[in-house]
Protein backbone atom coordinates (compact mmCIF):
# COMPACT_ATOMS: atom_id res chain seq x y z
CA UNK A 1 0.00 0.00 0.00
CA UNK A 2 2.73 2.26 0.96
CA UNK A 3 5.06 1.26 -2.02
CA UNK A 4 1.64 2.26 -4.27
CA UNK A 5 1.08 5.63 -2.66
CA UNK A 6 5.13 6.28 -3.22
CA UNK A 7 5.06 5.42 -7.10
CA UNK A 8 2.19 7.52 -6.89
CA UNK A 9 3.23 10.72 -5.34
CA UNK A 10 6.31 10.28 -7.44
CA UNK A 11 4.80 9.94 -11.05
CA UNK A 12 2.20 13.09 -10.16
CA UNK A 13 5.57 14.91 -9.28
CA UNK A 14 7.53 14.02 -12.03
CA UNK A 15 4.00 14.92 -14.15
CA UNK A 16 3.63 18.22 -12.05
CA UNK A 17 7.39 19.20 -13.05
CA UNK A 18 7.09 17.85 -17.14
CA UNK A 19 3.75 20.37 -17.20
CA UNK A 20 5.53 23.01 -15.69
CA UNK A 21 8.73 22.43 -17.96
CA UNK A 22 6.10 22.44 -21.00
CA UNK A 23 4.39 25.84 -19.81
CA UNK A 24 7.48 27.36 -19.80
CA UNK A 25 8.99 26.17 -22.96
CA UNK A 26 5.76 27.18 -24.90
CA UNK A 27 5.55 30.90 -23.01
CA UNK A 28 9.77 31.31 -23.95
CA UNK A 29 9.26 30.38 -27.73
CA UNK A 30 5.88 32.83 -27.82
CA UNK A 31 8.02 35.34 -26.46
CA UNK A 32 10.62 34.60 -29.07
CA UNK A 33 8.04 34.48 -32.11
CA UNK A 34 6.73 38.04 -30.83
CA UNK A 35 9.93 39.81 -30.58
CA UNK A 36 11.06 38.27 -34.04
CA UNK A 37 13.57 36.29 -32.99
CA UNK A 38 12.93 32.36 -33.20
CA UNK A 39 15.53 31.59 -35.18
CA UNK A 40 17.47 31.61 -32.28
CA UNK A 41 15.03 29.34 -30.38
CA UNK A 42 16.80 25.88 -29.85
CA UNK A 43 14.73 23.26 -28.85
CA UNK A 44 17.14 20.27 -29.00
CA UNK A 45 18.52 18.78 -25.72
CA UNK A 46 22.40 19.73 -27.55
CA UNK A 47 23.91 22.18 -29.78
CA UNK A 48 26.66 23.11 -32.29
CA UNK A 49 27.73 26.48 -30.84
CA UNK A 50 29.80 26.72 -33.97
CA UNK A 51 26.85 26.34 -35.95
CA UNK A 52 24.51 28.79 -34.20
CA UNK A 53 24.40 32.66 -35.98
CA UNK A 54 25.07 34.31 -33.00
CA UNK A 55 28.58 32.63 -32.17
CA UNK A 56 31.89 34.03 -31.85
CA UNK A 57 34.68 32.05 -31.07
CA UNK A 58 37.19 34.62 -29.08
CA UNK A 59 40.48 33.68 -29.71
CA UNK A 60 43.25 33.53 -26.66
CA UNK A 61 46.36 34.61 -28.18
CA UNK A 62 48.60 34.49 -24.80
CA UNK A 63 47.36 31.74 -22.08
CA UNK A 64 50.01 32.53 -19.82
CA UNK A 65 47.97 31.98 -16.32
CA UNK A 66 48.79 35.38 -14.66
CA UNK A 67 48.99 34.58 -11.40
CA UNK A 68 51.58 32.13 -11.55
CA UNK A 69 53.94 34.68 -13.00
CA UNK A 70 55.83 36.04 -9.87
CA UNK A 71 54.52 40.10 -9.37
CA UNK A 72 57.11 42.82 -10.44
CA UNK A 73 58.49 40.61 -12.97
CA UNK A 74 59.55 41.76 -16.45
CA UNK A 75 56.67 38.87 -17.61
CA UNK A 76 54.28 39.97 -15.27
CA UNK A 77 54.87 43.86 -16.10
CA UNK A 78 54.36 43.01 -19.62
CA UNK A 79 51.07 41.21 -18.91
CA UNK A 80 49.62 43.54 -16.54
CA UNK A 81 50.62 46.34 -19.44
CA UNK A 82 48.02 44.50 -21.53
CA UNK A 83 45.09 44.20 -19.32
CA UNK A 84 42.58 46.74 -19.58
CA UNK A 85 41.11 46.57 -16.06
CA UNK A 86 43.64 45.68 -13.05
CA UNK A 87 43.06 45.39 -9.47
CA UNK A 88 44.33 48.69 -8.81
CA UNK A 89 42.04 50.04 -11.44
CA UNK A 90 39.20 47.85 -10.56
CA UNK A 91 36.54 50.34 -8.99
CA UNK A 92 37.73 53.20 -11.95
CA UNK A 93 37.16 51.47 -14.66
CA UNK A 94 33.16 50.18 -13.27
CA UNK A 95 32.76 53.61 -12.15
CA UNK A 96 32.84 53.23 -8.31
CA UNK A 97 35.02 56.41 -8.13
CA UNK A 98 32.79 58.63 -10.24
CA UNK A 99 32.12 58.96 -13.84
CA UNK A 100 34.51 61.31 -14.83
CA UNK A 101 37.27 58.39 -13.29
CA UNK A 102 35.38 56.27 -15.25
CA UNK A 103 35.89 58.52 -18.49
CA UNK A 104 40.01 59.00 -17.79
CA UNK A 105 40.50 55.00 -17.30
CA UNK A 106 38.08 54.46 -20.73
CA UNK A 107 40.53 57.04 -22.62
CA UNK A 108 44.16 56.51 -21.23
CA UNK A 109 43.36 52.57 -21.55
CA UNK A 110 40.67 51.30 -24.05
CA UNK A 111 41.43 55.14 -26.66
CA UNK A 112 45.00 55.59 -25.90
CA UNK A 113 44.30 59.49 -24.83
CA UNK A 114 46.67 61.39 -22.69
CA UNK A 115 45.07 61.85 -19.52
CA UNK A 116 44.64 65.47 -18.33
CA UNK A 117 47.30 66.82 -15.94
CA UNK A 118 45.93 67.22 -12.85
CA UNK A 119 48.80 68.57 -10.90
CA UNK A 120 48.93 71.19 -8.77
CA UNK A 121 50.84 73.55 -11.32
CA UNK A 122 48.03 72.73 -14.12
CA UNK A 123 45.39 73.49 -11.65
CA UNK A 124 46.74 77.00 -10.85
CA UNK A 125 47.36 78.26 -14.70
CA UNK A 126 43.71 77.93 -15.26
Not at 8 to 33: A, C, P, Q
Request: positive net charge; hydrophobic residues 35%; contains cysteine.
Amino acid sequence: MYLLKAQLSIHLRDEYFYNKVNFFFGMTFVTTFLSNSEATFITARSIDLESHPDYNFILVNDLTDSRKVKQRSPKWHAIRKKATVTGSTFFKALGFEGLKKQREHFQDIICGLPLPDSSEEAQKKT
